[in-house]
């Protein structure tokens, strides 16, 4: 296994409040993980303990390196988007590039105007004259520009339009992923982004519910569609959530082969939102 990210036993409490709780997985280089959680659940903590932000409890690796005590070493090869603009609103585009030509050893100047040209940012522009899209791809531009290991987004679209969010993912994917790289995204957009996902996690209440492959996902877990017998059947088989829709049952299994689901209605893969709502109530029974 060649890991990039490893953690066992990592916890961060604040008090009584347990934000990160007894967490373990690993990363493996290039793949593409989906954080996703609600409101509160420890994916901010948990992020800033991998950014060395916060020290906490537990073994934690990030590229072979204590996070908090080797942070500047680490830094050097982990990027990192935000949820918020961080960049001051008086500086002008050229002295952003500027500032970090100047502290990454790793930042092409040359890529990241390459990419601003496709773009409607001048570089005469400041900060605040441009919209909160054109400072999202202005992130990008510098980000992609640098040559680092992990690329670490926090809600990198929260708050975007439809068009920017699809334009921001296609040039992850088509001008920064490659199988050295490896992409870690929370978000609360799961439908946007479970096709590009390689694996997942579900953390609620700073507890992992899941960490798994996507393509082990699929094998794992079945969504019916029945009505009358079929779902009386089906109900027998110990569904872990059930809806109505249209009069029928919506059933979600785990572990149950779709050979024992045969004939009782239609059988389908569960969209990541489906199957995420369906463990956060399980895990609040």
């Known amino acids: 296994m060649n890991s990039l990210v490893t953690a066992r036993g990592v916890s961060k409490h604040f008090g009584s409040v347990r934000a990160v709780d007894d967490v373990s997985f690993e990363i493996e280089r290039g793949r593409i993980l989906g954080l996703i959680g609600p409101n509160g659940a420890g994916k901010t903590t948990l992020l800033k303990a991998l950014l060395g932000l916060t020290d906490c409890e537990g073994d934690l690796s990030v590229l072979g390196l204590d996070p908090f005590r080797q942070r500047k070493k680490l830094m050097q090869n982990i990027c990192f988007i935000a949820d918020v603009a961080v960049l001051p609103r008086w500086i002008k585009v050229s002295q952003v590039l500027d500032y970090v030509e100047a502290i990454h050893p790793n930042f092409s100047r040359k890529r990241a105007e390459e990419l601003l040209k496709q773009t409607k940012i001048k570089k005469g522009s400041k900060v605040k004259e441009l919209s909160k899209g054109m400072v999202t791809q202005l992130h990008l531009s510098i980000i992609m520009a640098i040559d680092a290991k992990l690329l670490v987004l926090d809600e990198p679209t929260l708050g975007l339009d439809i068009l920017f969010r699809k334009e921001f993912y296609a040039n992850l994917l088509n001008d920064y992923f490659d199988e050295e790289r490896t992409i870690l995204i929370t978000?609360?957009?799961?439908?946007?982004?479970?096709?590009?996902?390689?694996?997942?996690?579900?953390?609620?209440?700073?507890?992992?519910?899941?960490?798994?492959?996507?393509?082990?996902?699929?094998?794992?877990?079945?969504?019916?569609?029945?009505?009358?017998?079929?779902a009386q059947k089906a109900r027998g088989l110990g569904p872990i959530a059930e809806n109505q829709m249209f009069g029928k049952s919506v059933m979600l299994f785990e572990g149950v082969s779709r050979e024992h689901l045969e004939g009782l209605g239609e059988i389908r893969i569960p969209s990541v939102a489906d199957l995420f709502v369906a463990k956060i109530k399980e895990a609040r029974k």
């Open 187 to 230: 978000t609360h957009q799961v439908e946007e982004i479970e096709n590009l996902l390689t694996d997942i996690m579900f953390i609620n209440d700073g507890k992992l519910l899941l960490d798994s492959s996507m393509e082990a996902l699929s094998e794992k877990y079945v969504e019916l569609l029945a009505s009358g017998e079929g």
